[in-house]
């Protein structure tokens, strides 16, 4: 194998599992040894570079970052059950005991740069836009069928889980940037908004239309059969205030458990959930089913609906097929059991089977091409440019539904594309990220991190009284971590970001790195192809996934193979090595965004 080029971001960047799954690039061990440190606005304001909503996101965010959180796959290699640092609650942790940030935020640009971008729906994924472009001198007009900002985040999940006063605050930051903001006012005409002349426009309207399931007895009982994402607006601007004591709840999704709970909270006495997949199939995030379950709803899964019940159009209930999950070839089959229907009984159904877009505004002749297939426009997943270069989707309206964290990072691609574009510059011809690499010494053996590894498990967060908030759509349930509860979980985060750096010419082959690593990650080794070489290590280095750090040949011809997968940037290697042939080096990267220079060939020299 060759040397690696830690002067390459990619190498250090993959280390740092949490942020490389993070869709916006969050620097996740940065924040979280703020946090540790007590420094919570500085926490908050390195979340909203990245992910822009940090409030909300702390409350709602899916984690893609806590699957891949390294603690995981080392408390599972030691027999436990693995429990990710809590890295969301912590983000919440950032936004709730900051102080004022205001006076660090942007603020709106002095002077004009001549160029007019539109941005249709007040979502995520259209606020970051905005957020980035209008520092910059570019006026952003948004446009808002509703009366306030955050789309879905307002009005499509319950304030039992994100208060409004949350989304009033990061909502108004980005507002507060000169940002025009036009709520109430439904673009009906794609052709008309391109004649109103603006240089760009941005498409982040998301995915609107819920599925229903055109089911035998739908129509007679319509009056009692609801789509979920409808339902929960409904119940956000008021026109939804009670419900049947028996409610089914159908989907498996996120907002089905939005569903069953908000329904639980409005009168329901009786309220499950009914799913055709299995359980650990369904498509909502563990803690979203856990939460549902905690308050006493019960997931039912593996049944088919077949009919809704109903006796002179008053719905009286549903029945199912029992089905068993099978694969064959890798692909899914529900397969009947055999067993007789099942009947539940029920005054309400919320159908949340899934999200569609609908794009009925956007005239299929002005050169905005659409897939056949799916209906959905054709978008180049780099640039997020369409077909007609200068309009731009993003968010669940590009590439279907997802979640916030993803609207964010299409955000951030698309304004930079519209900075390149209207600057005459290549859309595909991206600035690569700003990235350091710096020795965490203070003395011989000594850091500028706490490097001690916490045995802690995982902490839980306090949740608000049943009896009181299974009473209330406003009462928040999660309470958050305190300060103390926050430093403790904070202390379980490994530091994947800083970084073991070898140098082999100060090396003496004494093996003491390799006597100290508590995970036998470090082999000296004679080189060879990359398959066979890791079956050589001291610890068979099986996540292939996770490059190798090989070093160029030490003084005898081995060289130092390091397997980063499963290393607890503890540091005792750096400490044992009498040398100094080890450091600890904080890798520090931060993604370009719009205004952040010229393209660059995505390398960078590491100090």
């Not at 205001?102 to 640009?109: E, F, M, S, T």
């Not at 239309?209 to 409904?234: C, F, M």
């Not at 989907?251 to 650990?280: Q, Y």
């Not at 379980?492 to 004494?510: A, H, M, P």
Request: with cysteine; charged share 25%; hydrophobic share 40%.
């Amino acid at each position: 194998m060759q040397p690696t080029d830690i002067r390459n971001p990619a190498h250090f960047h993959k280390v740092v599992d949490c942020q490389w799954a993070c869709p916006a690039h969050t620097p996740v061990p940065e924040y979280i040894r703020l946090i540790a440190a007590g420094r919570y606005s500085d926490a908050y304001l390195v979340n909203w570079k990245a992910n822009v909503f940090p409030g909300i996101l702390g409350r709602t965010c899916d984690r893609p970052c806590e699957p891949a959180c390294r603690r995981s796959r080392v408390e599972e290699s030691a027999g436990n059950k693995p429990e990710p640092v809590a890295i969301c609650r912590l983000k919440r942790v950032a936004a709730d005991l900051k102080d004022d940030v205001r006076a660090h935020l942007p603020k709106p640009a002095t002077k004009w740069n001549g160029m007019r971008v539109a941005c249709v729906g007040a979502g995520p994924s259209s606020l970051t836009v905005a957020r980035d472009l209008a520092p910059l001198g570019y006026r952003v007009t948004v446009f808002e069928a509703d009366a306030k900002p955050g789309g879905f985040m307002r009005t499509q999940v319950p304030r039992f889980r994100l208060p409004e006063a949350v989304i009033d605050e990061e909502t108004g930051y980005i507002l507060d940037l000169g940002v025009e903001f036009v709520g109430g006012r439904r673009i009906e005409s794609m052709r008309a908004l391109l004649g109103e002349g603006y240089d760009a426009i941005f498409i982040g309207s998301g995915a609107p239309r819920g599925r229903d399931l055109d089911l035998p007895g739908r129509h007679q009982a319509a009056a009692h059969i609801h789509v979920g994402i409808d339902w929960l607006a409904s119940v956000y601007f008021g026109h939804v205030s009670r419900v049947g004591k028996r409610v089914i709840v159908l989907g498996g999704g996120n907002t089905a458990m939005d569903c069953c709970r908000s329904a639980r909270r409005l009168g329901g006495e009786d309220v499950k959930v009914i799913v055709r997949s299995g359980f650990d199939e369904m498509k909502a995030s563990p803690w979203e089913k856990e939460d549902a379950m905690h308050e006493g709803i019960p997931i039912l899964d593996c049944r088919v609906p077949k009919a809704f019940l109903h006796e002179g159009g008053r719905l009286v209930g549903m029945s199912f097929e029992k089905v068993r999950v099978e694969y064959l070839d890798g692909r899914r089959r529900l397969v009947p059991t055999g067993e007789p229907d099942e009947v539940h009984a029920c005054d309400e159904v919320l159908v949340a089977v899934g999200q569609e877009n609908a794009f009925p505004w956007i005239e299929r002749d002005i050169g905005i091409v659409f897939d056949a297939k799916s209906d959905m426009p054709v978008v180049d997943k780099l640039t997020l440019q369409s077909t007609l270069p200068h309009v731009l989707f993003g968010g669940d309206a590009a590439f279907g539904p997802k979640n916030i964290i993803w609207a964010v990072a299409h955000g951030h691609e698309a304004a930079l594309s519209n900075d390149l574009l209207l600057g005459g510059a290549d859309t595909r011809d991206r600035p690569g990220p700003a990235v350091e690499l710096i020795s965490q010494k203070m003395g011989i053996h000594e850091w500028s991190y706490d490097n001690d590894v916490s045995n802690d498990a995982r902490y839980k967060v306090p949740w608000a009284d049943p009896a009181k908030s299974l009473t209330s759509m406003k009462l928040e349930v999660e309470l958050g971590y305190d300060a103390e509860l926050a430093w403790k979980e904070a202390q379980r985060c490994l530091n994947c970001d800083v970084q073991t750096v070898f140098s082999d010419n100060l090396c003496i082959e004494c093996d003491a790195c390799v006597d100290i690593c508590p995970m036998d990650c470090i082999t000296f080794t004679h080189n060879g192809e990359e398959a066979e070489l890791r079956t050589r290590l001291s610890a068979p280095a099986l996540n292939v996934e996770q490059a190798l750090y090989v070093s160029a040949p030490v003084k005898t011809g081995r060289v130092m193979v390091k397997d980063e997968d499963v290393c607890l940037h503890c540091s005792l290697c750096a400490e044992r090595c009498p040398t100094g042939a080890w450091d600890m080096r904080k890798f520090f990267l931060e993604l370009a965004h719009a205004g952040d220079g010229n393209p660059r060939d995505g390398k960078q020299e590491a100090a």
